[in-house]
């Protein structure tokens, strides 16, 4: 059990921290099989703040990790399966999308899915 009471779940080798995103992998799979999209992976990983030295202590980097990424039509596109919006989602989320105005980040609601 996570903070946030979800479960994880394994699909094939790919370890997913919710069954909402499981859901949503399975139904990305079948887009991909398709033909619909490319590239599919999990768990994508997007630098948003380098690492520094400040008052001489090291801070590391700061990342955003997505729930998937694929291309979609020749645009890359970043996916978050959310149950709700935190204050530090939120935050990444600018920051995300101040860094890489190219990628379409789609958060797709737990409910949803």
Known sequence: MTKYHNRRVTIGDVTLDSQAEGRRY??????????AIQDLIAHPRYLLVEARTIDGKRERALYYE??????EKGRRV???VKGYETAVFRLKRRLFLDRYP???????P???V
């Open 78 to 80: 970043c996916e978050d």
């Open 102 to 108: 190219d990628i379409e980040l789609r958060v797709i």
């Open 26 to 35: 399975q139904q990305l799979r079948v887009l991909a099989n398709a033909g």
């Open 66 to 71: 997505g729930d998937f990424a694929y291309t």
């Open 110 to 112: 737990a409910k949803e």
